[in-house]
Every structure is written in C-alpha cells, then in structure tokens.
C-alpha cells in the first residue's frame, strides 16, 4: 500500500470548520478505498468516515451531518471537510487505505495530524 500524509490539522473554536488532507506520498501512485481514523488522548483509534474508490462514503454516527469525506483522483487526495466541530472531536486523525466496505486498515499508520477544538 503507497503511504498516505496527512495535514491540514490546526486549533480551532468549537462550531468553527477544518478542511484535512491525505495524499499519497508518491505522485504517480493511486489509492482505492481511504478511511479517516481518530484517536483522542487515553483512547483508542476509531473510525471517522470512508470513502469507495468509486465515491461511496460511510460515517460514524458521531460525526454524521457534520462532516463530509470526498475524494479527488486526479490529485490522489482525500479530503475530510470537518464543520460544527466540538471539543470531543479533539484528537490525532489519520487516513489509510482500507479494504472495500469496510474498516479495517492495510497500510502502516503515518504521524497523523492534531485536531484540537477549544475555546
């Protein structure tokens, strides 16, 4: 599997917006089927949103109506479009490929990028 890097995480005020990105790390590599993970601090990684080669997504409950995971195959990226964000969204996010309609992750795990909603 191409190593997927994430970015675009930042501080944010709660009900504000962040935009993440993942990208393949080589230019001439695609990807198929992406999940986006989180792990806040003390707990495990969970399931944010996936996203189909083709385009079909799926949504953790917790984060349904307020994010949105799409994809650009001519840039080999996938976004996460984060609204309405809380303090409970505070955590690392990572991408990584997944096998088709499901959660389980193929590749190894890069650095992540931190999330944190606070006032």
């Known amino acids: 599997q191409v190593p997927l890097v994430e970015s675009g995480g930042g501080l944010v005020q709660p009900g504000g917006s962040l935009r993440l990105s993942c990208a393949a790390s080589?230019?001439?590599?695609?990807?198929?089927?992406v999940g986006w993970f989180r792990q806040a601090p003390g707990k495990g990684r969970e399931p944010v949103a996936r996203i189909s080669s083709g385009g079909s997504t799926m949504y953790a409950d917790s984060v349904k109506g307020r994010f949105t995971i799409s994809r650009d195959n001519g840039k080999n990226t996938v976004y996460l479009e984060m609204n309405s964000l809380k303090p409970e969204d505070t955590a690392v996010y990572y991408c990584n490929t997944v096998l088709r309609a499901t959660w389980l992750p193929l590749g190894s795990w890069g650095q992540g990028t931190q999330v944190t909603v606070s006032s």
């Open positions: 080589r230019s001439s590599s695609s990807i198929n089927a």
